[in-house]
């Protein structure tokens, strides 16, 4: 990690980040009595059953076999008689790897867009001085307080002008540059020390130079931020897809499965196949990314 | 910044400031247009004057949808100000496999809100593991509606939200407990104070900020509620249309034939004030609060 960048340890600007070091030299304090592990792992247990609970009930009413009575009083979260047979079954009853190919497809539109934009605007607003800059912030603040519902009817009539109306580049296109992300992006560099860039002024670097050789680097963990964010931001929007596309062939997973739901409303085993097809992929996708979004956290990119 | 041209930063800007204009900025001023019209969602309309509004002030469907939506947010403030941060504090220690835990905690924040409302329509169904355990158990005799009844639609769906806004406020109060300086923890164990006091006297007022500031973004989601609820009401509203939200309202205006853009577009109005309004309230709550 390159240490006079690190934006964890702001020189200039204050921001609200913990000073470093703070953790440490609090002898003996930090040392956890071995009853109050097992109470604390005791609490963790109970709350990891409350909220991994019915997804392990969902993923198992999806194995059991056709045969087997999901209904009973007792119920069992092993099946008796596992099988794929549900998964088979969705597939082949409605599109759902277009589905899937329609949220990814969506989702990287938005990320690609959200990385890209707002790093470049954020990194402009913070480090670069010019006339307006003042006030093009003030824009991008003013908008977060207006919810995105207000405006989605008003939205939906501009992509329809567009001529982008049940198109998937129309369900991309208004969240391929998010205010907040911009807004994200902006605090990530305003971080940075002053005196790099002046370094680098002296010696000879342009704008372009020091937003990559200097910026971005820097700032991976907000990026990393921004686009986990916006990947599951985009995979499980529901109300936008659901205005804008008509076709059942250009649905994507959520307003696919809500579909699905309503067609085969009396079979739980074959929506549950459906909501793990779903489910399943954010799932690993967050799984490998929680590191640097952790990290990111810890660097002060949610902070509301 | 000598070396800059001038236009170099405005073309770093450009693309974004785009989006925030034509995606942002020009959709709220429509809004507004539109709510005087008749526009369809195939397109045209005329204007009409007030007519629109005229029309909310009798709809009984938006009556309804208001109700519901102070309900969602007087039940959810209470429980994801205080959970949250109970979870924040349990995870806040490194203990091993802590990571594994934070993860699996937020888990329901980042699957789909579509996902998990046909979990819980599985789990609350008359059939499903919620009535067959209580039955089981011999607390009720029958089946409860969880999902036809409208008020039971109604918890139902507000449970859903709290269960899935969890992890979420977990995450941001855990950021903010960081901060949260350990010499007043150690000070307070010196001078004998146990974890609850520790906790009420140290860590609350230590979060204070952070506390209004996710009261204020449970409350704004609460009134955006769409997704929970109209999954759970299998799109429909539940009984007589008693259990939409204001959003659903929007969307169910929003298509078809029976579609009318001019008249969602009024209801966004409804719902950007009903909105700004608790911001306004903790906002002031909060620098009151400063202040004293």
Known sequence: MTTVTDPARPVVK?????????????????????????????????VLLI?????????????????????????????AQPTFDHYKAVTDTIPVWDYARNSLVVAVLVVGGNVLGASLAGFALSRLQFRGRKLVLGLFLATLVLPG?????????????????????????????????????????????????QAAIVDG????????????????????????????????????????????????????????????????????AGTMIAFIPIVIVFATLQRFFFKGVEEGAVKG | MRYNRWFTPWVLVIPALTWLLVFNLWPSINTVILSFTNARPIGGGTFVGLKN???????????????????????????????????????????????????????P???SAVVVALIWQWILDDRGLVNGLAEKLGVISGPLPFLSDQWLLLLSAISLTIWKGLGYY????????????????????????????????????????????????????????????????????????????????????????????????????VLFFVTVVPMLVLARLNRRGAEA
């Not at chain 2, 209470?78 to 490194?94: R, S």
């Not at chain 2, 939200?245 to 969602?264: C, P």
Request: with cysteine.
């Open chain 1, 14 to 46: 204050e921001t609200s980040g913990p000073p470093a070091g703070r953790r440490r030299g609090s002898f003996g304090f930090n040392t956890v009595s071995p009853r109050e592990k097992v109470v604390r792992y005791l609490l963790l247990v109970f």
């Open chain 1, 205 to 272: 670097a342009n704008a372009w130079q020091r937003l990559v050789y200097i910026g971005l680097p820097s700032v991976r963990g907000t990026i990393s931020v921004v686009a986990i964010f916006a990947f599951i931001g985009a995979w499980d929007d529901f109300l936008w897809p659901l205005i804008v596309l008509t076709d059942p062939d250009k649905y994507t997973l959520t307003v696919g499965l809500q579909y699905l739901s309503g067609t085969f409303s009396n079979n739980p085993r074959l929506i549950a």
């Open chain 2, 109 to 111: 924040v980042v699957a």
């Open chain 2, 170 to 269: 977990m995450i941001i109060y855990l950021a903010a407990l960081g901060n949260v300086g350990r010499e007043l923890h150690e000070a307070a164990a010196v001078d004998g104070a146990g974890p609850v006091r520790r906790f009420f006297y140290v860590t609350v007022p230590g979060v204070r900020g952070t506390m209004i500031l996710i009261s204020i973004l449970i409350s704004v989601s609460a009134l955006r509620v769409f997704s929970e609820l109209f999954i759970l009401s299998g799109g429909k509203g539940g009984p007589g249309g008693r259990d939409n939200s204001v959003v659903m309202l929007i969307q169910q205006y929003s298509q078809g034939f029976e579609g009318n853009l001019g008249y969602a577009s009024a209801l966004s109005i």
């Open chain 2, 53 to 107: 509004f005229e029309t909310l002030l009798h709809d009984e469907q938006l009556r309804w949808a208001l109700l519901n939506s102070v309900i969602y947010m007087v039940v959810c403030l209470p429980f994801l100000t205080v959970f949250p941060l109970l979870l924040a504090v349990l995870v806040e220690k490194k203990l091993p496999g802590i990571t594994f835990f934070r993860t699996a905690f937020y888990t």
């Open chain 1, 51 to 79: 909220t991994i609970g019915p997804f392990l009930w969902q993923l198992s009413t999806s194995l059991k076999g056709s045969g087997e009575d999901i209904y009973t009083r007792i119920p069992k979260l092993l099946p």
């Open chain 1, 149 to 197: 519902e207000v405006t989605i009817i008003s939205q939906y009539v501009t992509v329809r002008e567009f001529g982008l109306a049940n198109t998937l580049f129309g369900v991309a296109l208004p969240g391929m540059i998010g205010a907040l992300n911009v807004l994200l992006m902006y605090n990530a560099f305003r971080s940075l020390p002053i005196e790099v860039d």
